[in-house]
């Protein structure tokens, strides 16, 4: 796909589609795709918010094509009936990128942290995660072309005690990313993939997820904006920020044992202890 300075040339439909578009980073996602001139595919399970996010959209491109699917990708049926929605809806050649961006954090000790709530999670953030990146890698090799843009988190590279189902899920999500990646590049595939993983981000996120974050967060469009224009590159892993990635590459060198005390000691302040 051939692309203009400032965005896609507008000869040919080209649709991203982002899931958790109705607010943080989707969000940002969502309307820095819509300024590279992608038209837009958005889901997230309130139909309302979307609907207003496309008036968003509209106002500022009014020609833009803007397709809202509400859908709970906590069930597999769900993200099924994404997938075959978005095909029929945009057109299954038209489909040029995707942002697996939905997710959830479940904030407690394991041994009484809701079972319920984190079985959602895994279903969210893993599960639908493996799902579309299949279905439409699939979709995208056949066709020749496409970007498939994973949100996973600087957790991803390491444990978090009393955060621990949250990091063991973007572990999944970074860990396959990376795998899915390698194999498109062997295989010479012009099929981009390529993992997201911001640290601290100002979204309602940790509101959601019951904590209390202190210290600099970057912004939202900050996170959006980085993570879309490396997967556009190419990039493997986009870590927006120097701090954050001083800190993976420290988290390394430390080794598994200490860097796990340490996020022992990070993690229970988000408790307001």
């Known amino acids: 796909m051939q692309q ?6 507008r000869d040919k439909e080209m649709f991203a589609l982002v899931t958790g578009a109705s607010a943080g980073i989707g969000l940002e996602i969502t ?4 300024q590279k001139g992608y038209d837009l595919i958005l889901t997230a399970r309130r139909e309302e918010v979307l609907e207003r996010v496309k008036k968003q959209i509209l106002k ?3 020609d833009r ?3 809202v699917i509400p859908a709970d990708l906590s069930s597999r049926e769900e993200c099924m009936r994404l997938y075959e929605e978005a095909c029929s809806q945009a057109g299954a050649g038209n489909i040029d990128f995707v942002a697996n961006n939905a997710g959830m954090g479940v904030y407690g000790r394991f041994l009484e942290t809701d079972l319920e709530k984190e079985l959602t999670l895994i279903d969210l953030n893993v599960t639908s995660v493996h799902i579309l990146s299949k279905l439409f890698l699939r979709l995208m090799v056949k ?3 496409g970007t498939l ?23 999944y999500v970074v860990r396959l990313t990376e795998a899915i990646h390698e194999e498109l590049r062997r295989a010479g595939s012009p099929v981009r993939v390529s993992c997201l993983c911001p640290g601290p981000v100002a979204t309602a996120f940790n509101d959601n997820s019951g904590v209390k974050v202190s210290g600099k967060q970057i912004s939202a469009r ?5 993570g879309v224009d490396g997967a556009l590159q190419g990039k493997m892993l986009v870590i927006p920020g120097k701090k954050m990635q001083a800190v993976v590459i420290g988290s390394h060198l430390l080794g598994e044992g200490l860097s796990t005390r340490i996020n022992y000691l990070v993690q229970k302040k988000k408790a307001g202890e």
Not at 4 to 9: H, K, S
Not at 31 to 34: F, I, R, V
Not at 222 to 226: G, L
């Open 4 to 9: 203009a300075a400032a965005g896609l040339e």
């Open 60 to 62: 500022k491109y009014p």
């Open 222 to 226: 900050r996170a959006a904006r980085e």
């Open 143 to 145: 066709n020749g072309h």
């Open 149 to 171: 843009m994973n949100v996973g988190s600087c957790a991803g590279f390491t444990a978090g005690p009393t955060f621990s189902s949250y990091y063991a899920s973007k572990n």
């Open 65 to 67: 094509r803007v397709l």
């Open 31 to 34: 309307k820095y795709l819509a």
